[in-house]
């Protein structure tokens, strides 16, 4: 029995270290989600994916691809590093349901080898301005053609179908789908996940800038590279609703910094969020017009607290706020994901409205309120006699002695009475008894 222990333990053993080496000989695949906007942060992180692969000498890089599009310039750089990579780069569009529209449908033509997932779709990559606003005729004009030529690059080796069909992509803003891809040759496989991904790659020779390559695919070891937490900042400033909100709150923050000098709190909120906010503007497609009316909201809404006009320069300035908060984010041409919320933008106004109509009320409450301060906040106040109080006497109010006399109105003051400021005459308090 010790002996039968004995051999299975080493059995044992000796298949764990089976398949720890199994699994150190296995090809590496490195798998990224390239998920949102066309943007440079997109880039630096497609870049680093590259990088890694390269240095841990991967079988290939597998990019899962859903973008809704975004900047031309970026995007060009992005397929210049795919088509530079020694590891073969796979463009896999999805999961279900996603889109590789406009800038992103060409990264999926660069990619080595390219893919899409069931009920997935291409295209529509026609070129528009930086604001999302059509191209003036000569402009659109080179632009298309300079796209068309890239596209005719990418896709020739696919053949007559798929160079028509990228061309129209961009002509008509043709966008197809997974079916219609894998007819004309646009893209090489359809595939349910990454699994069946890595299962159809294996064996598909592909061609990288230095030579063609056999991938080896099959029982990959796959290792995913997320974003790092400062790429997850840089894509959630680009959030137009993150933006508007840290333009609201930053603007929001130095107007009170300005209004009450001393601390230092709103000043530095409003330096950090207006700092964000600019990269983010920086970014997305804004029309810069709307800026006059956000500044034009805030100057009404001080003018108001410094000068009360009953709420009327409050309200222009919410009316103000929401109309440059719309044209600045929303302006025609926009694409939709790039589009701040309307609901958001009413009610950061309304609440910016009442917030400096609070503020309003408090100036005009205090402008009305006793002095609270000096000898005219005196009358009114009650003390204790603390000698009989005639044409001279003291009493005390607080912690404090004064010196006082009695009003002619009042009953004689004994000392321990109560008694009652009725006005100040220089260092003298003129008393009554209360």
């Not at 222990?5 to 490195?30: E, G, H, N, Y």
């Not at 064996?203 to 290792?223: P, R, S």
């Not at 204790?384 to 009953?411: F, H, I, M, N, P």
Request: proline share 4%.
């Amino acid at each position: 029995m010790k002996r039968i222990r004995v051999i299975l333990l080493v059995l044992t053993v000796l298949a764990f270290f089976s398949s720890v080496r199994a699994q150190s000989d296995a090809p590496l695949v490195i798998v990224m989600k390239a998920d949102g906007p066309i943007i440079p942060v997109m880039e630096d992180y497609i870049k680093r994916g590259i990088l890694t692969a390269e240095q841990r000498n991967a079988e290939a890089l597998i990019i899962e691809l859903n973008t809704p599009g975004g900047q031309i310039t970026t995007m060009k750089n992005i397929i210049a590093e795919i088509r530079a990579s020694d590891v073969p780069v796979i463009v896999y569009v999805s999961p279900r349901g996603a889109w590789a529209a406009s800038a992103g449908a060409l990264i999926t033509m660069s990619g080595h080898a390219a893919a899409m997932a069931p009920e997935t779709s291409i295209g529509a990559a026609s070129p528009v301005g930086g604001s999302g606003e059509d191209l003036g005729q000569t402009m659109k004009a080179k632009e298309m053609e300079a796209l068309k030529a890239i596209v005719r690059t990418l896709t020739e080796r696919r053949g007559e179908k798929a160079v028509e069909l990228a061309e129209s992509m961009i002509d008509s803003a043709k966008a197809v789908t997974v079916s219609e891809a894998i007819e004309s040759g646009l893209v090489d496989f359809v595939a349910t996940d990454l699994e069946d991904l890595l299962n159809k790659l294996d064996g598909f020779i592909v061609e990288t800038h230095t030579n063609e390559i056999v991938l080896h695919t099959k029982n990959a070891q796959t290792q995913p590279l997320d974003l790092n937490f400062i790429e997850q900042l840089l894509f959630m400033l680009t959030d137009p609703n993150i933006a508007f909100l840290l333009l609201a709150i930053g603007v929001q923050s130095i107007l009170i910094e300005i209004s009450s000098p001393g601390g230092w709190v709103a000043g530095f909120i409003g330096v950090v969020c207006l700092t964000l906010a600019v990269y983010g503007m920086g970014v997305l497609p804004v029309n810069w017009f709307g800026g006059i009316f956000l500044i034009t909201a805030f100057v009404l809404f001080i003018l108001d607290i410094k000068a009360p006009t009953h709420g009327a320069l409050t309200t222009a300035g919410v009316a103000s706020f929401i109309v440059g908060a719309l044209v600045l984010f929303n302006s025609p041409g926009t694409p939709q994901f790039q589009r701040v919320s309307v609901p958001l933008v009413v009610g950061m106004g309304i609440f910016l409205g009442l917030l400096f109509f609070g503020i309003l009320l408090l100036a005009l409450r205090v402008q009305h309120n006793p002095v609270q301060m000096g000898t005219e906040s005196m009358p009114g106040k009650t003390g204790t006699a603390r000698t009989s109080v005639g044409d001279a006497g003291q009493v005390q109010l607080g912690s404090e002695l004064w010196s006082a006399e009695k009003s002619a109105e009042s009953e004689p003051i004994g000392k321990g009475d109560s008694v009652e400021v009725v006005e100040v005459r220089g260092l003298r308090l003129i008393v009554k008894k209360k």
